[in-house]
């Protein structure tokens, strides 16, 4: 089955620029998605296909996906921030979908 | 709005059953893929089972192939998890999700707050 290796943890100062790696496969040939979820809360979508948001996630947020490694990139960090990041791709050959171990960020 | 909103949580003894539920409102259910995805004490995130919107195609992760059976009612706007032979490992928040995406590119863009099941004796 499809592997997906993020970071354990992620640390950045208040208005500086965090990446988050999502390693696979020639990852660049499928579509990634990434969520957020903070503690105590459901997951939410913040980057799919790549690069798109959804309506209501900052421009601060964008993805990237080339090669063997998929990044979300957050901008101008914010204390709110703050939370676990999972990324995601479809397996098309079972119909499963796989998530990354996931990414605590932590702002300084 | 979209809402999803699980229910049918609880403690249960090894070897025991429960079926979760997940109440959809807010768009047209019977359109939509449905997904339950779960996530252990202080651990990631865990797909367990897809169902089509038809009921006619139903996928699970091989930990629970056999044990739980995924199903839906579109005259209800309700998902089902039917969990049986349940084992310590299962203990997790269950999160209902909508799956969207076309081939490709398949995610879930609403969650709803989960329902923690914790098997213990």
């Known amino acids: 089955s499809y592997v997906l290796t993020q970071p354990p943890s992620v640390s950045v100062a208040p208005g500086k620029t965090a990446r988050i790696t999502c390693g696979g496969n020639?990852?660049?040939?499928?579509?990634v998605h990434w969520y957020q979820q903070k503690p105590g809360q459901a997951p939410v979508l913040v980057i799919y296909?790549?690069?798109d948001r959804p309506s209501g996630i900052p421009e601060r947020f964008s993805g990237s996906n080339s090669g063997n490694t998929a990044t979300l990139t957050i901008s101008r960090v914010e204390a709110g921030d703050e939370a676990d990041y999972y990324c995601?791709?479809?397996?098309?050959?079972?119909?499963?979908?796989?998530f990354g171990g996931g990414t605590k960020l932590t702002v300084l | 709005e979209v809402q999803l909103v699980e229910s049918g949580g609880g403690l249960v003894q090894p070897g025991g059953s429960l079926r979760l539920s997940c109440a959809a409102s807010?768009?047209?259910?019977?359109?939509?893929?449905m997904s339950w995805v779960r996530q252990a004490p202080g651990k990631g995130l865990e797909w367990v089972a897809n169902?089509?919107?038809?009921?006619?195609?139903?996928y699970y992760v091989d930990s629970v192939k056999g044990r739980f059976t995924i199903s839906r009612d579109n005259a209800k706007n309700s998902l089902y998890l039917q969990m049986n032979s349940l084992r310590a490992e299962d203990t997790a928040v269950y999160y209902c999700?909508?799956?969207?995406?076309?081939?490709?590119?398949?995610?879930?863009?609403?969650w709803g707050q989960g329902t923690l099941v914790t098997v213990s004796s």
């Open positions: 999700a909508r799956r969207v995406g076309v081939l490709g590119g398949i995610y879930f863009d609403y």
């Open positions: 807010g768009f047209t259910f019977s359109s939509y893929w």
């Open positions: 169902i089509k919107q038809d009921g006619s195609e139903k």
């Open positions: 020639n990852i660049g040939s499928k579509s």
């Open positions: 296909y790549d690069s």
């Open positions: 995601q791709v479809w397996d098309s050959s079972s119909d499963h979908q796989v």
